[in-house]
């Protein structure tokens, strides 16, 4: 056979050789509670994903919703008129979140995936896989993205294969914190405002040390200086507001009773409700 006649394996990915997504948390407690909603012969949950492509090539996922579907050892089912018409409802909502990929519970990818994928590829071209670890196999909910790599002899294309494309987690302190709660195999009890507040200033001061650990490391030569990391921080410095350390606290004092007023608030309220209802209910029985 001469050289040029030559078949070569080779695996077509062009367009996701420098692919990333990131995942907002409603997402994830989205498709947890999916999964807690699930019927009860279903092993795990499909769905669609929402969102975007940021214009440096980013997914952007930021909504999702269940599809039903049937599976077996031999093929899976979906019900596309209700995927079409959960589609269109959304967009009626938001028309610039698109179909971006889709998601299953599970702790990777499973032999009924590639066919699922085949589908939503006709929807989206290159689409994302979002698999969630609802039964907390590695000790914690594990969250990862996959797209999918065509394994290709000649112009005959053999089979796919999925492969891992790095993930962020995209959420501010608030939602972080309850999105490590839910990580967890089991929790005593969810933390309230002050309780967070303290886990969140914990993380922050910890933080703090871990700067002023690395520019001593610099200004005493341990550690090689990066102008990048530098500036970073020179700019961290420079947007924090100029208060003497009376009115910082006073600040934080008066927040923080508005807070406790807020709970006192609530709590009344939901009290003055109770007691409305039983009286209502024993005026009925009476």
């Given at each position: 056979?001469?050289?040029?006649?030559?078949?070569?394996?080779?695996?077509?990915?062009?367009?996701?050789?420098?692919?990333?997504?990131?995942?907002?948390?409603?997402?994830?407690?989205?498709?947890?509670?999916?999964?807690?909603?699930?019927?009860?012969?279903?092993?795990?949950v499909i769905g669609t994903l929402l969102g975007s492509v940021l214009p440096d090539g980013t997914?952007?996922?930021?909504?999702?919703?269940?599809?039903?579907?049937?599976?077996?050892?031999?093929?899976?089912?979906?019900?596309?008129?209700?995927?079409?018409?959960?589609?269109?409802?959304?967009?009626?909502?938001?028309?610039?979140?698109?179909?971006?990929?889709?998601?299953?519970?599970?702790?990777?990818?499973?032999?009924?995936?590639?066919?699922?994928?085949d589908f939503y590829s006709r929807e989206v071209p290159n689409p994302i896989h979002l698999t969630?670890?609802?039964?907390?196999?590695?000790?914690?909910?594990?969250?990862?993205?996959?797209?999918?790599?065509?394994l290709a002899l000649g112009d005959r294309q053999l089979a796919a294969q999925f492969q891992e494309?790095?993930?962020?987690?995209?959420?501010?302190?608030?939602?972080?914190?309850?999105?490590?709660?839910?990580?967890?195999?089991?929790?005593?009890?969810?933390?309230?405002?002050?309780?967070?507040?303290?886990?969140?200033?914990?993380?922050?001061?910890?933080?703090?040390?871990?700067?002023?650990?690395?520019?001593?490391?610099?200004?005493?030569?341990?550690?090689?200086?990066?102008?990048?990391?530098?500036?970073?921080?020179?700019?961290?410095?420079?947007?924090?507001?100029?208060?003497?350390?009376?009115?910082?606290?006073?600040?934080?004092?008066?927040?923080?009773?508005?807070?406790?007023?807020?709970?006192?608030?609530?709590?009344?309220?939901?009290?003055?409700?109770?007691?409305?209802?039983?009286?209502?209910?024993?005026?009925?029985?009476?």
């Open positions: 056979m001469a050289a040029g006649d030559r078949t070569v394996l080779q695996f077509n990915s062009p367009s996701s050789v420098s692919l990333s997504a990131k995942v907002h948390p409603l997402v994830i407690f989205n498709i947890c509670d999916c999964y807690v909603r699930r019927p009860d012969q279903a092993e795990r997914v952007d996922i930021r909504n999702s919703y269940a599809v039903p579907h049937t599976e077996s050892a031999e093929q899976v089912a979906l019900d596309i008129e209700y995927h079409h018409n959960m589609l269109v409802s959304h967009q009626k909502v938001n028309p610039k979140e698109v179909i971006v990929g889709w998601y299953s519970t599970g702790l990777g990818v499973t032999g009924g995936s590639a066919l699922i994928h969630v670890d609802t039964g907390f196999r590695n000790g914690e909910g594990t969250v990862k993205a996959f797209v999918s790599v065509n494309i790095p993930l962020d987690l995209c959420m501010v302190e608030a939602e972080r914190v309850g999105f490590d709660i839910l990580k967890k195999t089991a929790v005593d009890k969810l933390p309230n405002d002050l309780e967070g507040m303290e886990v969140t200033m914990g993380r922050l001061l910890a933080l703090i040390d871990d700067v002023y650990k690395y520019v001593d490391d610099v200004v005493e030569g341990r550690v090689p200086a990066d102008n990048n990391i530098g500036r970073f921080i020179a700019e961290t410095v420079a947007s924090l507001p100029k208060l003497s350390p009376p009115a910082f606290d006073k600040l934080m004092n008066d927040s923080l009773q508005d807070q406790l007023l807020l709970l006192y608030l609530s709590s009344i309220t939901r009290t003055q409700l109770g007691l409305a209802e039983k009286l209502n209910t024993a005026a009925q029985i009476l």
